[in-house]
């Protein structure tokens, strides 16, 4: 195999890595390390005794970040406050179709679920349910027997069923919401807003000690909307409000000074009401989206 023929393989694979990475460690710099990784044990990889690249790259990704996971569930234990995934902006690299087809994995309300999953019931989950992998390649890739990779996959699916139950909310339809949630804001209609809330509505925020944040998560209308009108209505003027996509779908930005310094993102019920919100306000993770993320709209 030439160089040509290495660099090309691996990059045909990239997008895909990089994806599996992002989905299982919720975190870009951490994905892209982890597609970095694998690339350097490919070059030092015997690739005549290689017959498929593409499930020896998976099989490297994916032990790669079980590890890497293992070692953050040590290291979350002191985070400050709840910890949310690092939001992506736009969507993915890749294949239009693909995009399609994985935006609902995409999503910050998913993958805050799938941490709540143990590493290998998340990687099971992911291979098996996102990434269309059989049940025997996915035990080779976790090191799992085969029935046991089934129980894995099987309580995921049960698990992330009854947690987030399927609801397809058109784009178009996300940013009309939104729009009237920006209006809601904008305007101070609380009414309004409660009607766009759905009644079990959670809300959390992720300042990681770093920046003001709420350290549990927000249950109920009546509290969600006391939290606006105090963070929000009351500070009108303090800073843009823009609407972005981030994760592959209609997300919010407050910029200030000229910075990223909040991003909200949300899930919706089938109703088109908003049952979840997700807040970053940790800089860290919102370091890749100063003057990247793509605008959709201004407040």
Not at 8 to 23: I, K, Q, S
Request: glycine share 8%; proline share 4%; aromatic share 6%.
């Amino acid at each position: 195999m030439t160089d040509t023929d290495l660099l090309t393989d691996f990059e045909t694979a990239r997008p895909r890595l990089r994806g599996l990475a992002y989905r299982l460690l919720g975190s870009l710099s951490d994905a892209e390390d982890a597609v970095q990784e694998c690339f350097l044990k490919w070059q030092a990889a015997d690739r005549t005794a290689i017959d498929n690249p593409a499930a020896w790259l998976t099989t490297v990704c994916t032990r790669h970040c079980l590890d890497v996971l293992k070692s953050a569930q040590r290291s979350r234990v002191d985070y400050v406050g709840p910890w949310l995934p690092e939001p992506l902006a736009g969507t993915e690299e890749g294949d239009p179709e693909q995009q399609v087809a994985l935006a609902s994995s995409l999503s910050l309300a998913f993958l805050t679920l799938l941490e709540r999953l143990t590493p290998k019931e998340r990687a099971a989950y992911l291979l098996r349910e996102i990434f269309d992998q059989d049940y025997a390649e996915v035990a080779e890739i976790i090191g799992a027997t085969e029935p046991n990779c089934r129980k894995l996959v099987s309580r995921a699916r049960d698990y992330v069923k009854g947690e987030r139950p399927r609801a397809v909310v058109p784009v178009e339809r996300q940013q009309s919401l939104l729009e009237s949630f920006l209006g809601a804001l904008g305007s101070g209609d609380t009414d309004r807003l409660s009607s766009l809330l759905s009644e079990d509505i959670r809300l959390t925020t992720d300042g990681g000690g770093k920046a003001h944040a709420i350290r549990e998560p927000l249950f109920g209308v009546e509290r969600i909307v006391h939290f606006f009108r105090v963070i929000f209505i009351n500070n009108a003027g303090q800073g843009r409000i823009e609407m972005s996509l981030l994760n592959g779908a209609p997300a919010l930005i407050v910029e200030l000074d000229g910075m990223v310094v909040t991003a909200l993102s949300f899930d919706w019920d089938d109703d088109g009401r908003i049952r979840e919100i997700l807040i970053m306000r940790n800089p860290d993770k919102l370091e890749r989206l100063q003057g990247i993320y793509q605008s959709v709209g201004v407040l």
